[in-house]
């Protein structure tokens, strides 16, 4: 836009003057110069007019002088006449140079304002409308206009009316643009109209009750967010802070979508909470706003507060109400209230029209409703419903027919007489929809269907693991879960099962429905293993398998179940003091049908806590048990707590008492025999002669598992072991009474260290070993005593061997414990090796592997076995001991072969430090006889004296003595002191054995002395 020139002039023209104020003499020729300018100004004569101004402005002044004083008015009148007259000619020096003049006479403030607007007009000719108005505005800053004059206020406005009307055809291009979707130049002209607004130069955009800005701040948003730029939206949108007005209201909203796009959901919700704040007025996004702020809480798991906000949409009739509804019933379905569903679906599908896609929808969700609670019929009536009859909606048909399917197999679980047509359906179904998008579904229905068919008809299960077999490169995370869960049904190997729960249980699988389910599986299946096996490391994972099962569950009989099952496998694991608290928890919440089971878990629990504070709360809970359930399913194992408890604590009568009330109560069941048994212990201990008791036991109870026991224990260990002939004809005769029994395997090694001869102790020990062997496989877990006593009997076996040259099998039998203590997981070891990592009995088994390698010069194998022990050793701390010393022994005399005498030194050393507290006199004298050797052969002749003098000089009598004196004759003459050495050698042969004989020999052949 620009303003012609003679509109500016016409602008600012002044009224012609009514008079002059200098001499009247003077009048007539001033008011004739004025008149001559004022009429060529008229006729376009500039030149004329500027010179007729300059004369007239070089004859006059403000000031009182040789030239004629005017007054400020007139004054002003001839410098803008003369700025015009020069303007129009396009001389632009003499308009600012005239003004700045009267600038500089300090003219009075009435006239400054127009002064000022001269200033600024003829400045800011040549610049750009948007420059005038900015100056016009410093302007108005230090000069209100209040106080300019008309004509002043005329060209502000004009020149603002002209930006006013360049913007606003801005605003119409941009909003044409907008519609059109080209979001890129609407954004361009928007920014631009932004751009004025800030810089000042869009004057109805400055006015304060204007909506302007934030009208072109809205669009430039909404413009933004169609091109997906949520941060530049975001920027824009709450740029200002006001969230009064409507289109405030409005930005808040497109401020919330655009958090949500970025899935910020806290600011988003925080946002649509502000924007529900007010009433709904005119608001258009209202229930929208409610609906987003039902489905922020859903995900988030506030179904409470989702159910608030849902509740608000249901009873109206627009799709958003819809939606909203069915929203609901998808909650009520997750919460396990499915006739909440119902009832709301209900209602919604007589509102639907038949056309209406969301139809499917809610027939489908009824469907659910209906099956969850397992109104099959009619849940296979809303499926049905929910199969649509156009192809326009046929992403319903599949994921219909897939639960139409369960339906199906939900039927045939409840009609036993049609159930395997009905299966057959399902069968159909999922078969028809395998190569759809719900092939994964379909697979599994297939697999679960064979686990149905396997259990009701014993078919097989090949075809399910054919069906998974690709299932954990092609499934989603729940088909692989669920898949994984098939299989450990369908496995009858326990290690296939645990691998097959390891992985079910794996943290990508956490966000799946059926993790908890996995972690449950997972819990009992090491709880039964532990329990068979007595494997502590099960029993620990099944407790944090339920640990981590419980919170995923929210129905209180499934978490009471856990609760219980963990408490047991703390108890299982002796960790009782990390189970009460869960039983406390229970106690307080579980019907009387659960009390008196989780009564007795408590007293069970309590009663293996060895701090006192925890005896009286199992004796209450025990006792509780016993009187407020007298046919209680957990009477006879609170009674047996109870009295292990009192037995434990040494209150021995109250065992007893206990006890005998037990085997009374049930005397004519197998139960009495258990209860007398342990009577008969309590008599025992408190001086009573229990002999009696138990000959009644295994009498009258010859088939109960305590009969055995009983009979064994009518004599001690001592009887036994010291050859008491009534005791050991007792312990014969058990084979004969008690055939089956486990004791066997103590008994027949008990008879073997007994025998007479080596040939009688092989056969007994023999005998405990296929004792152990029958019994083994009904061994329901590891039992620590008859483990002992056959690994026992192997060891004093192998000596046999070893003692009768029977190296190969003395080889077998080692070889065979020593794999069993290789192995980490060995039932038959574990227990030994969780009180040692390097238990003696291995100990004794390798040692006897290396005397057999010795004794057949197998150095290699030897050198091996050696090492390997040498590690264990290392690997379990133990640093000292008889044999330890026996096998760096033994390393040393390796060296000695290897004619490495100095390794040998080192070995015998260590040898001897290891074996200071546990060798015997005569070990540690041939210990020494090894080392003063060794010396000898490195001429350490007085290292080698000082030795052999140290076992001399003991007052012990032993064969090693005399070799000592012997082999000290020896270094004598090697040292060339020969009168030493006979004397040493006729001391010698003053004695018996070996080495006196040899002493003697040695004086004939080497001195001549008979």
Partial sequence: MWIPLLLTIAVWGLPLPTSFLFREDEEKTLRQLHQTAEQAMQSKEYQKAKEAYEELF????????????????????????????????????????????????????????????????????????????????????????????????????????????????????????????????????????????????FPKALEPESLIPKKIRFRL????????????????????????????????????????????????????????????????????????????????????????????L??????????????????????????????????????????????????????????????????????EKALPSSPLFEDWKNKALFH????????????????????????????????????????????????????????????????????????????????????????????????????????????TSKFGEAWLKKGIFHLQRGLEQGGRDDLTQAVLSFQNALPRFIEEEVRSSLLKLEAKAHAYKNAPSDSLPLLETLLAQVEDSEREETLYLRGLIASHLPNPVYFSLAETSLQQAISDYPSGKYRTEAFHTLGTLYFRNKEYEKALNTFTTLASEYAETPIAAEGWFWVAEMQELLGENPSPLRKFIYKNFPHSPRAPEAYFKQYTYQSYLSSDPVALEHLRNLSQI?????????????????????????????????????????????????????????????????????FANCESLMK???????????????????????????????????????????????????NKMLENYALSGKDAGATLAHIWQIQGDLAIRCEDVTTAIRCYSIAEECGQEELSAEERFLLWIAQSDAHRDLGEYEKAMRLLSRVINTDIASDSRLEAMYKRAEIYELQGRPELALRQLEATAKKSGEWALQAEEKLRMSYGIQ
Wanted: charged share 25%; glycine share 4%.
């Fill in 404 to 511: 139409l399917a369960w339906t199906y197999i939900g039927l045939g679980k409840q009609n036993q007489k049609e159930k395997i047509s009905l299966w057959q359906n399902a069968e159909s179904i999922f078969s028809k929809i395998l190569q759809t998008e719900e092939e994964e579904g379909a697979k599994l229905g297939l697999a679960h269907l064979l686990v149905l068919q396997n259990r009701a008809c014993g078919t097989s299960l090949e075809p399910l693991f054919d069906l998974l077999a690709h299932s954990q490169e092609d499934f989603s995370p729940s088909g692989q879960i669920e898949a994984l869960l098939l299989l450990v049904e369908a496995s009858d190997s326990p290690d296939t099962q645990a691998l097959l729960l390891s992985e079910a249980t794996s943290e990508r699988y956490a966000s």
């Fill in 58 to 201: 070089d004859k006059v002044s403000i000031q009182p002088s040789q030239k004629y004083q005017v007054d400020w008015a007139t004054y002003i009148d001839i410098v803008l006449r003369l700025s015009e007259a020069s303007l129009a000619m396009g001389d632009s020096t003499i308009a600012p140079r005239a003004v700045e003049t009267l600038l500089n006479q300090n003219p009075p403030s009435a006239y400054l304002p127009q002064i000022k607007m001269m200033q600024v007009h003829f400045q800011s000719l040549n610049l750009p409308l948007e420059d005038r108005f900015l100056h016009m505005q410093k302007l108005i800053h230090s000069y209100p206009k209040a106080s300019w004059e008309l004509k002043e206020l005329s060209f502000y406005h004009t020149v603002a009316y002209a930006l006013d009307c360049q913007y606003e055809e801005l605003i119409r291009k941009a909003k044409r643009y907008l519609a059109a979707k080209f979001y890129t130049e609407a954004i361009s002209l928007y920014e631009q109209l932004l751009e004025a607004i800030t810089r000042g130069i």
């Fill in 221 to 312: 948003a909404e413009a933004y967010f169609a091109q997906a730029n949520y941060e530049r939206t975001l920027q824009v949108c709450l740029a200002d802070n006001d969230r009064e007005g409507e289109i405030d209201r409005e930005r808040l909203y497109l401020s919330a979508l655009c958090y949500q796009e970025k899935k910020e959901f806290e600011n988003a919700l925080s946002l649509f909470q502000q924007y529900v704040a007010t009433p709904r007025g005119d608001q258009n996004h209202y229930d929208h706003a409610l609906f987003e702020i039902g489905i922020y809480y859903a995900k988030k798991g506030n179904f409470t507060k989702a159910e608030e906000f849902f509740l608000q």
């Fill in 314 to 383: 249901v009873d109206g009739k627009k799709k958003v109400h819809f939606v909203a509804t069915l929203n609901l019933a998808r909650l009520y379905l997750e919460c396990q209230t499915p006739e909440k569903a119902e009832k709301l679906l209900e209602t919604l599908s007589k509102t639907l029209l038949d056309e209406d896609p969301l139809r499917h929808e809610c027939f489908f969700l009824k469907g659910e409703a209906a099956y969850a609670q397992e109104k099959y019929p009619q849940a296979r009536e809303a499926f």
């Fill in 738 to 806: 008690f055939p089956t029994s486990p004791l066997q395997i103590i008994s027949n090694y008990l008879l073997g260290m007994n025998a007479s001869d080596l040939l009688d102790a092989q056969k007994a020990f023999e005998s405990a070993l296929n004792s152990f062997s029958l019994w083994k496989n009904e061994m329901s877990k590891p039992n620590m005593t008859y483990l002992y006593f056959r690994y026992q009997a192997m060891l004093e076996l192998a000596e046999l061997f070893l003692q009768k040259g029977e």
């Fill in 816 to 866: 065979e414990l020593v794999e069993d203590f290789s192995q980490d997981r060995n039932p038959y070891t574990l227990p030994f090796k969780q009180k040692d990592p390097y238990p003696s009995i291995q100990e004794e088994g390798e040692y006897a592997l290396v005397r057999c390698y010795f004794k057949q010069e197998r150095w290699s194998e030897l050198e091996d076995r050696l």
